[in-house]
């Protein structure tokens, strides 16, 4: 152990002393290398931004790795199912949709169907309302079709029994989430998505809300924002202060689309207790079978493409590598050369073949090392500038750390090229006579 | 059974315990042209505190015998005891322990490496992986090698600084800084004037008096006078030699 560790001191020593006396050669050897580095770096970097992002953003408008997800048969005893089977769990949320106005009232609002405000008035209408028979003939069956067009905003609003964040990452903008542990409250508090939250911030629109199913008109009262990655207007709110306005059928509404509900890895009863519920209600119609259970998995969701992208991004840096590596066994072969008389004289004080070896593998190593950690550097300052310009118009750059893989990615590069471009003139150093080289 | 004779090298040698004793060293150069014998069964004992010059013409073989005894190459034929140990087919790994351990070498180019001080020069024989010495510690004993020599002084000196007898003196410290038993100079003073050179044999010769045995190979008579036995190498044969300075 001391004598292997001694041997790694000398080696390193020695190795030091070799790359201080030639700090243009080591330097020349590096830039060659550099860009083969940066570019497997980068290529991770992005590899790594690019995964993560996808993930975030499946976590934000699906649901969390191993989430359950089961989409309900559309009948109208669905809501009221979902909420029998999740009461009192917490483990289990089930969402339920409606269309909302806020508004004046006996307006159209300026964006039909709950469009994207952006689209708003854009024409070629396509919302809930637009119903198509099996022959593909649609008719506008919009309640609203008729009056004037004012200001009031149309959302998707999704009733929930309990907090889904446990399954779903939305990412809070300003304000509060909906408080799930107090008593509902008879004016439903709503927690905008950023698209409602554009809506409401472009048209002062007086706070009444009128929805489907609903017996009375309700005042809302918007509590926060939240980024839930969806490009239309949404807004959460409790199941149980919106359901003081509508029975709870009106939450079925296939016009809306179908009552999901969200389950952590472990709850496993529950899509049974929905069989059987379903298959009790169903008769011919076989409802039990229509329930769609699906479990979120990244890994199965992630594009080919990235990964296309990404061995393609790798060769070219491997390509890159390789030439660095050449570079480096040039510059080697060159130094050994120079170095005959040094290295003979080492062998002749005690110095053994295969740590004179290792010193030559030393120096290649450690000028790899800091290439990679130049890369490493400028991997982190670029990624640094990228976020800053451009954060604002990729999310995926907006805030992103540098990620740790890529920096694992870029100290194996410059071992690697280091090893590669070390070992040929490492065992011409070891081979080195020492009776012709010192001979008088 | 007879003891076979004593060689006249052994006769003229002192009655101390044998540092070293080669018996029979051949060795024949190979090349292109027709094998060319160097050495042709020399035998040789070097004791302890014993300093011997070898002589000769060049191309005589005295580089080859220190190369084969300083384990830098390996005789074709014979016998090479260090001690009581026989080390004639000894491996590399183990000869390049012995010769961190037993030998000093100092040669006629000095082989200084440019970009280290005078003190790193000295230190670097104690950086070859055999054993570990913290960093104080090896520059404490390479600037009492240098002090040996009368060149603490130069410690922080690059070699380009350096004289050519201040820079043997560094060489010479380089190869003592180990306390080798051996000590091993090949032509040492080949690149010094006379004067220098006077100074450089007399710090070699100096290491007799601490134990350390010594072969010298020059082409200078009174260097060699300097020695305790003068050996002849002439046609692969060493022999008792007559100095005339």
């Known amino acids: 152990m001391i004598g292997l560790s001694g041997r790694l001191r000398s080696a390193l020593i020695i190795g030091g002393q070799g790359i201080r006396a030639r700090k243009l050669r080591t330097f020349l050897s590096m830039i060659s290398l550099f860009l083969g580095v940066l570019g497997v770096v980068a290529a991770q970097a992005g590899q790594v931004i690019a995964q993560r992002a996808l993930v975030a953003e499946m976590e934000m408008t699906q649901g969390k790795d191993g989430t359950q997800q089961v989409y309900l048969p559309s009948h109208e005893d669905a809501s009221r199912i979902a909420m029998d089977t999740v009461e009192g769990r917490s483990d289990v949320v089930a969402m339920m949709s409606t269309n909302a106005i806020i508004g004046e009232p006996n307006l159209r609002p300026v964006n039909e169907g709950g469009m994207p405000i952006d689209q708003a008035g854009g024409g070629g209408y396509s919302g809930a309302y637009m119903v198509c028979d099996a022959a593909g003939y ?78 009375a008109h309700s005042t809302p009262r918007f509590v926060g924002v939240v980024d839930d990655g969806i490009g239309a207007p949404q807004a959460y709110v409790r199941s149980d202060e919106l359901l003081n306005w509508m029975p709870v059928d009106a939450l079925s509404d296939p016009r809306f689309g179908q009552v999901e509900i969200l389950a952590s890895p472990a709850a496993s009863d529950f899509v049974d207790i929905l069989r059987n519920k379903f298959a009790a209600i169903g008769g011919d119609q076989q409802l039990d079978q229509q329930l769609y259970v699906n479990v979120i998995s990244s890994a199965d969701q992630i594009p080919e493409q990235i990964a296309l992208m990404r061995w393609v991004f790798l060769g070219v840096s491997i390509l890159v590598l390789l ?17 005959i008389e040094e290295f003979a004289l080492r062998r002749a004080v005690g110095t053994p073949r295969l740590l004179l070896a290792g010193i030559v593998l ?52 410059g071992l690697i090229a280091g090893v590669l471009g070390g070992l040929v003139p490492a065992a011409r150093a070891a081979r080195i006579p020492i009776a012709t080289v010192m001979r008088a | 059974m007879t003891a076979a004779p004593a060689t006249a090298a052994e006769l003229t040698a002192p009655m101390t315990t044998p540092l070293i004793r080669v018996t029979g060293l051949t060795k024949t150069l190979k090349g292109q042209d027709e094998p060319r014998v160097i050495l042709d069964g020399v035998d040789l004992t070097l004791h302890s505190g014993e300093s011997i010059a070898v002589l000769g013409r060049s191309g005589s073989g005295k580089s080859t015998l220190l190369s084969l005894i300083g384990l830098f190459d390996r005789a074709d034929g014979g016998q090479y005891l260090l001690g009581e140990q026989d080390i004639t087919r000894i491996p590399e ?49 390479a600037l009492a090698a240098l002090d040996l020599m009368g060149i603490a002084h130069l410690a922080k000196h690059k070699p380009p600084r350096l004289s050519g007898g201040e820079q043997q003196r560094v060489a010479i410290a380089r190869a003592l800084v180990r306390e080798p038993r051996i000590l091993l100079a090949d032509e040492p003073t080949g690149a010094l004037d006379t004067e220098t050179g006077n100074v450089v044999v007399e710090a070699l010769r100096s290491a007799t008096d601490r134990g350390c045995g010594l072969i010298l190979v020059t082409h200078d008579h009174d260097h060699a006078a300097k020695m305790q036995r003068v050996l002849h190498l002439d046609h692969g044969v060493l022999a008792p030699a007559e100095v005339r300075p």
């Not at chain 1, 905003?153 to 909906?178: H, K, M, N, Y």
């Not at chain 1, 118009?393 to 694992?408: I, K, S, T």
Request: hydrophobic content about 50%.
């Open chain 1, 362 to 413: 030393a120096e290649t190593l450690l000028t790899g090392l800091l290439t990679a950690a130049a890369a490493i550097g400028a991997g982190i300052v670029g990624l640094a500038a990228a976020s800053r310009l451009f954060g604002d118009e990729q999310p995926m750059l907006e805030n992103v750390a540098f990620p740790w893989e890529a920096g694992v990615a870029g100290i194996a590069a």
């Open chain 1, 138 to 215: 649609c008719t506008d069956e919009n309640p609203n079709a008729d009056q004037p067009s004012g200001q009031a905003i149309e959302l998707r609003v999704q009733a929930l029994t309990a907090d889904v964040r446990q399954f779903r990452a939305l990412r809070p903008q300003s304000g509060q989430w909906l408080d799930f542990d107090g008593a509902p409250q008879l004016a439903p508090r709503l927690v905008l998505n950023k698209e409602a939250a554009k809506a409401f911030a472009m048209y002062q629109v007086p706070a009444e809300m009128r929805f489907e199913g609903a017996t």
């Open chain 1, 323 to 339: 030439i660095g590596s050449a570079g480096i066994l040039n510059v080697g072969l060159a130094t050994v050369g120079e170095r």
């Open chain 2, 93 to 141: 790994r183990k000869a390049a322990a012995l010769r961190s351990a037993q030998f000093g070498f100092v040669f006629q180019r000095f082989f200084l490496l440019k970009h280290l001080t005078a003190a790193q020069n000295v230190a670097m024989a104690m950086v070859n992986g055999q054993g570990w010495l913290p960093r104080r510690k090896r520059r404490a004993k």
